[in-house]
């Protein structure tokens, strides 16, 4: 089993700045992909942003130049640092990580953005 538990959710106001973290601890060798979604209300839950094994990124269109994942493979930590953050970036953003093909789910932390 994956445990995570995710920090750095808040509120901000727009134009500020917001760093979330996801450790993760208990069988994470092998760990392949990590990701963070975010889940407005009434909306479905989209990726945000992915860092793969390798150090690869890929983000969704509507954060492309303001948030940056990276990660800490000695922690076994994702980071996504958010920058310019507007009010249509709120949401509960979840890191998900994928460890032996296996998906595990943090709790969740919500980020708010007031304009």
């Known amino acids: 089993q994956v445990q995570l538990v995710e920090t750095g959710g808040g509120l901000v106001q727009a134009g500020g700045s917001l760093r979330l973290s996801c450790a993760a601890s208990g069988r994470t060798s092998n760990i392949n992909n990590m990701a963070w979604y975010r889940q407005a209300p009434e909306k479905k839950r989209g990726l945000v942003a992915v860092?793969?094994?390798?150090?690869?990124?890929n983000y969704a269109d509507s954060v492309k130049g303001r948030f940056t994942i990276s990660k800490d493979n000695a922690k076994n930590t994702v980071y996504l640092q958010m920058d310019r953050l507007k009010p249509e970036d709120t949401a509960v953003y979840y890191c998900?990580?994928?460890?032996?093909?296996?998906?595990?789910w943090g709790q969740g932390t919500q980020v708010a953005v007031s304009s």
């Open positions: 860092i793969t094994s390798g150090g690869s990124t």
């Open positions: 998900n990580i994928v460890v032996r093909l296996l998906s595990y």
